[in-house]
């Protein structure tokens, strides 16, 4: 299972952590300093979920929260909605 939104194809990406020391000017402090850059991963929120396929394939799929959100995947129903007695 790779890392990746397997709807938008969404992979980690690569930026820096920026340590930074002292008190900002407009808080009444001198300014701050950085005292260190290292590199670090921004890697994507996926989570594993059901879904429903176009083809009504239900399969489970790691997809990141954005396309959750956004409607772009349809999540499965998991039991028949409540039906009265006819």
Do not use: D, H, W
């Amino acid at each position: 299972m790779s890392k990746s939104c397997e709807v938008c194809g969404k992979v980690a990406s690569v930026g820096n952590q920026v340590e930074i020391r002292g008190k900002a000017k407009y808080l009444g402090g001198v300014g701050t300093k950085v005292t260190g850059i290292t590199k670090r991963r921004f890697t994507p929120n996926l989570q594993s979920i059901k879904a429903s396929l176009p083809n009504g394939e239900v399969r489970t799929i790691r997809v990141c929260v954005q396309c959750i959100r956004s409607g772009r995947i349809r999540k499965a129903v998991r039991a028949k909605p409540f039906a009265l007695p006819s």
